[in-house]
């Protein structure tokens, strides 16, 4: 596999495709990871009442930070399979790391929590950012709507923030968003089915210690705490981590 430099943003095989083998895709990971609402309603019959929920998510990403050893596979996978190139900055999971922080404070997962009312899609005034129906309520970006504004990144109320604004070649450098959709819109993923709620979601498939888990309940929205899960087992407890 030919691979430019990574100011690029990209990564091609032999053959000049934008396209990943798994075998290519673990290589790179390996060796990267290795070095590094609404108004009121008028009174009239249910039937006729529109629904104004906006849809919640079929799927969510689940974290455990006490199992997260920082090696940052998560984010390489992610960048590989969205961006065709290692660039943590484009990663659409963050690993937050406090190097005076002590475990299991040291290590914080950053990832999108598909909101049940998610204010990036609310504030993007151009319906680039969408609620897609079709592949169960994720909350994601169609790039060819997205004017590059960043409204979507200052209306997110989590840090770091889960939208990026970054500029894209596949759009002559124009700024346009990105944040994570279960990997359904990744064009260089490794796997056949691809992403998505029923596909494969890069980070979860590639952390090496299990650290990310999927699920199909909507999580308690208030605080980190729906997020984050006790993915230990009996044998994190024999190497001496707390299990409960």
Not at 6 to 30: P, Q
Not at 68 to 80: A, F
Not at 110 to 116: A, H, K, L, N, T
């Amino acid at each position: 596999m030919k691979r430019k430099e990574e100011n690029n943003n990209k990564s091609m095989d032999a053959s000049g495709n934008h396209e990943l083998s798994r075998r290519g895709f673990l290589k790179i990971v390996g060796v990267f990871a290795i070095s590094a609402t609404g108004a009121g309603l008028i009174s009239c019959d249910k039937d006729t009442i529109p629904d104004l929920s906006p849809g919640v998510s079929l799927g969510y990403i689940l974290v455990d930070t006490k199992k997260c050893q920082g090696c940052l596979t998560c984010m390489i996978s992610c960048s590989l399979v969205n961006e065709g190139c290692v660039n943590l900055s484009l990663s659409r999971i963050q690993v937050v790391q406090n190097t005076l922080g002590c475990y299991p404070d040291n290590i914080h997962i950053s990832q999108c929590r598909q909101c049940e009312n998610p204010k990036c899609v609310d504030a993007c005034p151009n319906a680039a950012l969408i609620i897609d129906k079709e592949h169960g309520n994720v909350r994601l970006v169609k790039p060819n709507n997205c004017i590059g504004c960043g409204r979507c990144v200052m209306a997110c109320p989590y840090e770091p923030k889960k939208p990026i604004i970054a500029p894209d070649e596949r759009f002559g450098e124009l700024l346009k968003s990105r944040k994570c959709d279960l990997c359904i819109n990744a064009p260089h993923h490794f796997a056949s089915v691809g992403g998505g709620i029923e596909g494969v979601r890069a980070c979860e498939t590639m952390c090496p210690l299990g650290a990310i888990t999927f699920a199909t309940e909507m999580p308690e929205q208030e605080g980190d705490e729906g997020y984050e899960v006790n993915l230990r087992g009996l044998n994190w407890a024999f190497l001496g981590y707390d299990i409960s």
